[in-house]
């Protein structure tokens, strides 16, 4: 679940006393659930030890803080409102796991769902959540969705704010502090239903959202380095994909995609978008998620997947691998052709470039290649140019923002997203070529394959780092990797 898409959000956090009323000797718990009687509500709401738990400053807890200053800064005179969201229902009663909104969570480090943070004018900060269970009331053993003996304790008031370092108070102050904001506010709507119908809207509430996304644009020394772990770990996940394709064989791309997103939930919070485990012609769907196809032999895999680490920072990497360990004549010609774009857009990211830049690089490079293998005219064909022709066989752009979502900073407008970039900016670099099984401008060996390599590449003062380089990449690098792994296998997956 990506429940950060403000689309995707529930409503506000539901009226329990409603949910569960109450009468002289029994509370009623929901449809299909037999009544409390009032002396086993006693008996549960009874001795229970209070348990106070320290988890510690959060690591980015300062980083938060300094955030919330230049975002205060960039917003002279408004009160700002941030909220996180809450649960999405999955099915029937069952919601999908929480996952913050990407804006809240860069300016509190908060995990918790229905949070709301609000910013004085004067900077200072209050973040409003909902209250951990309180074992004196029925909700605490009645509430599947938010009592604890369902769901799992919530941190306390003053837990969270040793944590965040943030000054908290119960989430139920909000509708007497909303009608106490006086002057301008900026919205960040779609989240939270008390906030959306409270809260008059303003054009200020799309100047937050637009300047949240320019702030997010540039990493801090902390994002940087949850970026890396993110990527750390999927590089682990292509090896376990690695190691398990004998047993995707007869199997299918299923293997493919549970193999890495085991290893997602190991090292992380969870995979950071729909892994696609696209094997033979399904690699020229550019979006292939099904993963229900057959792994066969002497085909390609094209495994596009990064792993969300527990801060929510993913990695965006694709590799494209021979099945069976080695590149076939034809599939290392287009591999190379692929290759050679992407490190002319990977060298073309640097300071002061355009963001487009790197994808005009690459698409010179698939041009002349597609030129010589006789797939496209040099002299065009009608009205359109050569440039334009390419676009047949890679439709996709070759590069995108990085960061707590994997297409970072989306409400960043066009001239600030496809401007300039800076050191700190977090880019894909992913190049690609599609040859549709039945494309009959093909040549017949070429048809039916797939290639894009991806990687993640971090702006720095004086050019690039690429954040996936352990990945290998060359194609006679990647056959040698394949083979180590497989020589030195001591997994039997027993699927």
Known sequence: MNSNNPAAQNADVPDVSAEHPISDNWVFVGTHRPPVPRNMVDYMTSQWEQITLDPGVHEAASFCASRRRRLTSALEGRTIVVPTGSFKVRSSDTDFRFRPGSDFFWLTAS????????????????????LAGDPSSHRFFTDSQYGELWTGRRPTLAETERHLGLTTCPRTDLAD???????????????????????????DDDTLAHTLAHLRLTKDEYEIARLQEAVDATILGFEDVVRALPSAIGRGERVIEGIFNLRARVEGNDVGYSTIAASGSHATVLHWTKNDGAVRPGELLLLDAGVECNDLYTADVTRTLPINGTFSEAQRTLYNLVLDAQKAGIAAVKPGAKFMDAHTAAMEV????????????EEGHGELPVAQLHRRYTLHGTSHMLGIDVHDCAAARNELYLGELQPGYVLTVEP?????ANDLTVPEHFRGIGIRIEDDVLVTNDGNVVLSAELPREPHTIEAWMAKIWATSTQDLHL
């Open 111 to 130: 995990h918790e769902p229905d949070g709301v943070l609000v910013i004085a004018p004067s900077g200072e900060a209050t973040l409003y959540v909902e």
């Open 177 to 203: 502090v909303f009608a106490a904001i006086s002057g301008p506010m900026a919205v960040l709507r779609g989240y939270d239903r008390l906030v959306d119908t409270t809260l008059a809207k303003s054009e």
């Open 366 to 377: 698939l041009t002349k290649g597609l030129i010589e293998l006789g797939i496209i005219s």
């Open 432 to 436: 690609g070529l599609y040859f549709q």
